[in-house]
């Protein structure tokens, strides 16, 4: 299938369930093809959780029912942007932008506020204790 018009770079964050956070960038040429390299990044259907007006943040539609990991990196920036109201997110977590409902890039200005932000999460223990914030993987 030829394809008319450039390729447009989507640059992204993945925050996995071991708490690395990574850059990722594809070529996409439209929106589907947008939607399928980050199906392909949380490994299966994606639901959008959107994080104001200009993010989104892309998650597995069966991450329950396939049994994955709890993501908790990921789940505490979904409540830093929408309050504590969803539940522990599981799997890869995809941090997109947005333009109205179009997929959009991240800007460097995006990437790096929220690869700061995973940064100085720590995490509380069942038993008490403080674990430090995460590394950032590259």
């Known amino acids: 299938m030829a394809r008319h018009g450039a390729a447009k770079s989507l640059t992204y964050l993945v925050i996995t369930e071991s708490a690395a956070v990574l850059d990722r960038s594809v070529a996409v040429f439209d929106e589907r093809e947008a939607l399928s390299s980050l199906r392909a990044e949380v490994g299966g259907y ?8 200009y993010l989104v943040a892309w998650v597995n539609e069966d991450g329950r029912r396939l049994g994955l990991e709890p993501n908790v990196i990921g789940t505490v920036l979904v409540h830093t942007f929408n309050g504590p109201f969803s539940p522990l997110l599981v799997g890869r977590l995809a941090i997109t932008g947005r333009r109205g409902v179009a997929v959009a890039g ?11 932000a995973c940064g100085h999460i720590s995490l509380l223990t069942a038993d008490g204790r403080w674990l ?3 590394p950032l993987a590259g």
């Open 106 to 116: 991240l800007s460097p200005r995006q990437r790096g506020l929220l690869r700061r």
């Open 132 to 134: 430090p914030p995460v």
């Open 46 to 53: 994606v639901v959008p959780l959107y994080l104001g007006e």
